[in-house]
């Protein structure tokens, strides 16, 4: 495995925040308007036609803009490059029950590493989940409040609390 410190994945954290921008401007209508159909996978947990689409408008995008990579989907399982190093792993809608309720905490996931690194959670039915870049391994901590949080990592960076962003769908 590479040294996280080395890397600068700065150009795909762009890129998975630009698809997933692009997916939640595909989702989100569906939802507030309630326009969709829940189906039901052989795990007994709710998809629906929407989750599916966004992961295959992710898988497209990435796929393009990163050929020489490989990505999985909940939905649809691998595709690209079955042999690249790195592995974007996707779900587009994790807390579609949530969703389908008409709750909110629902988030679009998606995450690139290398490849048979990621952690199998698919027998958790949920778990808390944190995002961060280099910077917070090792600073931010799930069991802290998102203000702590936030101000450990703007000062982890060097910058001052107003010029971090923390984003959530």
């Known amino acids: 495995m590479k040294d996280i410190e080395a890397l600068d994945l ?16 595909f989702t989100l209508p569906h939802f507030h308007e309630a326009d969709f159909t829940i189906d039901w996978k052989q795990n007994q947990t709710e998809v629906t036609e929407v989750d599916r689409r966004a992961e295959t408008m992710i898988v497209e995008y990435l ?23 790195w ?3 996707i779900d587009p809608i994790d807390g579609t029950s949530l969703t389908a309720a008409g709750r909110q ?16 959670a698919s027998s ?5 989940k944190i995002v961060t870049g280099a910077e917070g391994r090792g ?16 000062k982890a960076k060097g ?9 959530g769908t």
């Open 105 to 120: 905490n629902a988030i679009s996931m998606i995450a690139v590493s290398d490849r048979g690194t990621m952690l199998d």
């Open 124 to 128: 958790v039915f949920y778990m808390d």
């Open 159 to 167: 910058k001052r609390v107003d010029d971090s962003t923390a984003r």
């Open 10 to 25: 700065s150009h795909d954290l762009a890129l998975a925040l630009d698809v997933v921008d692009i997916v939640d401007a």
């Open 139 to 154: 600073t931010v901590d799930i069991r802290k409040p998102i203000g702590e949080n936030i101000r450990a990592l703007a």
């Open 63 to 85: 796929v393009r803009e990163r050929p020489g990579h490989g990505a999985f989907g909940e939905e649809h399982g691998l595709a690209g490059d079955h042999q690249s190093p």
């Open 87 to 89: 592995r974007w792993v």
